[in-house]
C-alpha cells in the first residue's frame, strides 16, 4: 500500500527567503511523484512532477524538487519565495499513473 | 497544458434535492476521470475512478447510489448527489487524465446543503 507523508502542516517564511516542504512516500515499487498547489476555492495546479530519469525536477514558479529513492523523498524547494505563492501545497504518489494518493498538505505562508 | 472545467462552481440547494456536478475535459480526450472530496482544511479524497462506458469503481466507504458516477464520453463525467444532506457540504474535485501519467484537475464545486 501507498502512504505520503508531508511532514509540515504550516510553514511560514518571510519573503525573498528559500523554502523547503518535505514530503516523504511509502511504497514497494516504482512511484511516480507529483507536486500540486491550490489556491483558496480553487483545483490543484500541477507544479511539476517526477516520473522517470533525472532526479532533480524543474516545475513552474520557479520551484524544484528532488527525488531521493533511498530516503523514499521528494521534498519541494524555492530559493526565494513571493507573497503569490501563499497557498495550500499536495505531494501525490501515484504507482500506475492513475490512482493518486495525496498527503496531508502544506500550508505556505509567505510573511512580507 | 490540459484544462478540465467543472460546472457549477458553487451550488446551494435544500436537504433532500439532487445535485449535478459536471466535469469535461476542454481539450483532450480523457481515458480515465477520477472524482474527489475534499473538506475544509484536509487533503483529497478519492472517490471514485470513472472510465468512459463503465461503471465506475468506488473507493471503500463511499456510497455509489448516493454519489452516482455517468462517464458517457470521453470529455464527460458526471456526479449527481442523491437524496443531499448537510453532511454532504464539501468541496468536490474531478480530474482527468490522458496518456501520459498526470491527473489535471478541475477548478472544484463548491456544495452547501442547508
Known amino acids: 500500500a501507498q502512504s505520503v507523508t508531508q511532514l509540515d502542516s504550516q510553514v511560514p517564511v518571510f519573503e525573498e527567503a528559500p523554502v523547503e516542504l518535505r514530503c516523504n512516500y511509502s511504497?514497494?515499487?516504482?512511484?511516480?511523484l507529483f507536486w500540486y498547489v491550490q489556491y483558496p476555492n480553487q483545483g490543484l495546479q500541477l507544479l511539476l512532477k517526477?516520473?522517470?530519469?533525472?532526479?532533480l525536477v524543474k516545475g513552474i514558479n520557479g520551484f524544484e524538487a528532488e527525488f531521493n529513492k533511498s530516503q523514499t523523498s521528494f521534498h519541494l524547494r524555492k530559493p526565494s519565495v513571493h507573497i503569490s505563492d501563499t497557498a495550500e501545497y499536495f505531494c501525490a504518489v501515484s504507482e500506475t499513473g492513475n490512482q493518486f494518493y495525496f498527503g496531508t498538505g502544506t500550508s505556505l505562508t509567505v510573511i512580507p | 497544458g490540459a484544462v478540465v472545467s467543472q460546472h457549477p462552481s458553487r451550488v446551494i440547494c435544500k436537504s433532500g434535492t439532487s445535485v449535478k456536478i459536471e466535469c469535461r475535459s476542454l481539450?483532450?480526450?480523457?481515458?480515465?476521470m477520477f472524482w474527489y472530496r475534499q473538506f475544509p482544511k484536509q487533503s483529497l479524497m478519492l472517490m471514485a475512478t470513472s472510465n468512459e462506458g463503465s461503471k465506475a469503481t468506488y473507493e471503500q466507504g463511499v456510497e455509489k447510489d448516493k454519489f452516482l458516477i455517468n462517464h458517457a464520453s470521453l470529455t464527460l463525467s458526471t456526479l449527481t448527489v442523491t437524496s443531499a444532506h448537510p453532511e454532504d457540504s464539501s468541496f468536490y474535485i474531478c480530474s482527468a487524465t490522458r496518456a501520459e501519467e498526470t491527473q489535471y484537475f478541475g477548478p472544484g464545486t463548491r456544495l452547501l446543503v442547508l
Open positions: 517526477y516520473l522517470s530519469g533525472s532526479t
Open positions: 481539450d483532450f480526450q480523457a481515458t480515465t
Open positions: 511504497s514497494s515499487v516504482s512511484v511516480y
